[in-house]
């Protein structure tokens, strides 16, 4: 299924370097306003709670972000960039191979080792199915002590080639960024929180808008055309499912940040829009024929076309109010990427539920 929303992104959209780079500080982007009836507003990232109403809640990701790149060789001597996109459901690792100026590698091939740092030899063991062909692999890593530590001491934050130079792990962080022991966390940065700051927090609780939280890990978001999101690991603690209850039976509206929210949420919600707590494993792809259930409006960043995110956005807002944001988007030349501008889509209530 491909997303209704169409555009085309000139490559001066892309966002090259973090916004400090630019000048500004996190919480300086700018911020595309899309509410349903309203006319596009543009605004600044700090001037997120006054968009929100009262009695609203906002629900972040608290996933930390992994250096997960490592510098290796293939068995022919060729330099290669190994990812780890994180831990594979039947065991070992997902991994991704990319070129030094940030390609993907395309004649991987089951079998193959990859030659790491500190004397690590990665084996790739089969194509992660549903992964573009070569572009995904199930792979042995063995590492002594584990993988968390020896990244830690070896790997660096993935980049691509849009991007112009690299920046500490501190720059892929979130606010909201807590590691947790044993437990690896996300292989690049749950993006759509990077704008956060104490001072936008601290707007939102001013306004009467709360935060809740919960994890969801997400692997390599290096999605091409035609592919649909891995499963990945989620944990949705119940004081946050109480949160959400208590904000609809309330007549709030519950606002994701991200695209990893919306699917941690909606994974935990039943067919009548209530919530638990859980925790596992998420296969859940959603899209106008899967609409949200829970989720009445998303903070995200800005998607490539043909993204399956856009299906998500769509999933939320319905392909109406998503595709006129990002037509005011392009015309606005907002910035694209990790480090780009954000968008708050507000649609009426149950909009993405009528497929409109």
Known sequence: MRAA??????????????????GLARDGVRLLVAREGAPVRHARFTDLPGALAPGDLVVVNTSDTEPAAVEGRRGDGRPVVLHVSGPDRGGGLVVELRTHDGHRVRDARAGEEVHLPAGVVARLVAAV?????????????????GVRAWLAAT?????YAHQRGRWPLAAHRTV???????????????SAGRPFTAAVLDGLRARGVGVATLVLHTGVSSLE??????P???RVPAATAAAVTATREAGGRVVAVGTTVTRALETAAAADGSVRAAAGWTDLVLS??????????????????????????????GPGLVGRAYAAAVEGAY??????????????RGTARRGA
């Not at 055309?225 to 891995?230: C, D, I, K, N, V």
């Not at 024929?289 to 009445?296: G, K």
């Not at 076309?305 to 299906?311: G, I, M, T, Y």
């Open 335 to 348: 910035l694209w990427h990790e480090f780009g501008d954000s968008c708050l889509l507000l649609p009426a």
């Open 129 to 145: 199915p549903g992964a573009a062909p070569g572009r995904l692999w199930r792979a042995t890593v063995p590492v002594e002590g």
């Open 5 to 22: 929303t169409r555009f085309v992104l000139p490559e001066a959209l892309s966002a090259a370097e973090p916004p400090e780079e630019r």
């Open 288 to 317: 106008p024929e899967r609409p949200a259930r829970v989720v009445d409006g998303l903070v995200t960043g800005w998607h490539e076309p043909e993204a399956s995110h856009l299906l998500l956005l769509e999933a939320v807002a």
């Open 232 to 234: 990945e690991r989620f």
């Open 225 to 230: 055309a035609g592919e649909t999101p891995l």
């Open 176 to 190: 909201f960024a807590t590691p947790v022991p044993g437990e690896f966390g996300s292989a690049e940065s749950p």
């Open 155 to 159: 790997g660096r934050p993935i980049t």
